[in-house]
């Protein structure tokens, strides 16, 4: 996977300002004066003052709403918010950005759609794949970014980042953070039950999994609640390794999605209690008590496993954790597949203002330059489209994930993002239908498909 440069526009306002004055002439003296009273010669004129040219207003400061996610726990809290402090401080007085901050995922999700919907754009906002990008960029809302990316802007980003994301030729949703999906596992645990290596096969995958419930463990972590995105995820993996590369290319006819869903329902009696209500919050939390073997997540989470409050007795996550790919199916499709999706995309509102306008591209830019984004990444384990180098800091675990990434023999989307909005909207209520037994495995594809055919 291509590793992502940046340019910094800047803005340069030059003012210039004139002013003269004029002088009178001093009056000549008499040439004789009589004697008895000398003559007093006239005063001198007084010298006009210099025309003073009027004040100009100072220029108004530019303001930036940005609401973000990108805040609270999020693992690249704490450098966007040196970023925005930096680039407050650098424009003080011309611009400022004002972060609106929202820690729920779904609660910005579904405010910014609202936003977006019933009214005008933010000034810049994130979104990700859950959102229709095609039809946001076509709404005619946001700013058309692609004479500044031809100015050399795109040049830093990978190449054919804006292929699948632009509309007749214009890119109005900039893809920034992008993310893979391999598995993390505990080794510790793995070591309890009895297993030195990762399962290779879903096979035996099954097998860790009935060994790790015998010894009182949860296989992995799934949920049903909120967007449900850890069974989103594990059925994303599924599909790849069922169908291959090509699997969405018929929608949901292809058998995989059937057969996936028999699997995902398996899954479902090796993770903990309550899963079908279950949020990312419990999957996370059974994660960090150490009593679930393998989790499956983004890059951004690298960051988490590092952390000092995540260690217990001393020791972080991440030197009980390694990473592997995707299990490959028996009879299936997959061959060194990768599942990947946009994670985060900037998108800024069309201005009519040129100074704002230019503005807001100047902050954008500012947070895609290289030096920047390699210290995001750095801090958070995420990955981004920019081009950039890599600190040699970078923990131990976002280095398997980029080796995991570089020696892909392709990539699929996960499944939220190959298919419109209102499949990722149907999917937790036909995880919770398929585990419950409300519907078999054809009606759980057959759920998401009619959510689709509705939406259309």
Not at 49 to 69: D, G, K, L, T, Y
Not at 91 to 112: H, W
Not at 314 to 326: K, Q, S
Not at 429 to 439: F, P, R
Request: glycine share 8%; proline share 5%; aromatic share 12%.
């Amino acid at each position: 996977m291509k590793r992502l440069l940046a340019l910094l526009l800047a803005l340069v306002m030059v003012f210039g300002l004139a002013a003269c004055g004029n002088s009178a002439a001093p009056a000549e003296k008499p040439a004789e004066a009589p004697a008895e009273a000398p003559a007093e010669a006239p005063a001198e004129a007084p010298a006009e003052a210099p025309a003073e040219a009027p004040a100009e207003a100072p220029a108004e400061e530019i303001v930036i709403n940005f609401p973000s996610i990108w805040v609270g726990t999020d693992s690249k809290a704490a450098y966007m918010a040196q970023l925005v402090e930096n680039f407050n401080a650098e424009n003080a007085g011309a611009i400022k950005v004002v972060v609106e901050e929202q820690t729920d995922y779904q609660a910005y999700r579904d405010k910014i759609r609202t936003t977006i919907t019933t009214g005008s754009a933010p000034d810049l906002c994130i979104l990700d794949t859950t959102f229709d990008i095609k039809a946001y960029s076509e709404s005619g809302k946001f700013m058309d970014l692609t004479p500044y990316l031809n100015e050399g802007w795109g040049d830093t980003f990978a190449d054919g980042a804006f292929d699948a994301w632009s509309v007749d030729g214009h890119t109005y949703i900039l893809p920034f953070e992008s993310a893979i999906f391999p598995l993390i596992y505990n080794t510790k645990i793995f070591n309890e039950i009895g297993w030195d290596h990762f399962p290779a096969t879903y096979d035996e995958f099954f097998q860790f999994c009935k060994d790790a419930k015998d010894k009182g463990y949860n296989a992995m972590g799934q949920m049903a609640g909120d967007n449900a995105w850890s069974s989103m995820l594990w059925y994303s993996l599924i599909v790849e390794a069922i169908g291959g590369k090509d699997v969405y290319a018929n929608g949901l006819q292809d058998p995989a999605f059937v057969e996936a869903a028999k699997v995902l329902k398996e899954m479902y009696s090796y993770t903990f209690d309550g899963a079908i209500s279950a949020t990312a919050g419990d999957v996370n939390g059974h994660w960090l008590a150490r009593d679930t073997a393998i989790y499956l997540n983004g890059p951004w989470w690298i960051g988490n496993l590092y952390k000092e409050d995540n260690a217990v007795d001393g020791v972080l996550l991440a030197d009980d954790c390694d990473v592997a790919v995707n299990p490959k199916y028996e009879g299936g499709k997959g061959d060194g597949g990768l599942v990947t999706t946009v994670q985060g995309f900037l998108a800024a509102a069309k201005q009519d203002d040129p100074a704002k306008e230019a503005a807001v591209v100047k902050f954008l830019q500012y947070l895609t330059d290289p030096d920047h984004v390699s210290e995001l990444a750095l801090s958070s384990g995420a990955m981004f489209f920019v081009k950039y180098t890599p600190s040699p800091d970078t923990s131990v675990i976002a280095q398997k994930f980029t080796e995991i990434a570089n020696n892909a023999n392709y990539t699929v989307l996960h499944v939220n993002g190959a298919f419109p909005t209102a499949f990722s909207t149907e999917f937790p209520a036909a995880v919770s239908a398929l585990v419950l037994g409300e519907v078999d495995e054809q009606g759980f594809v057959d759920m998401l498909q009619t959510a689709i055919d509705n939406a259309a």
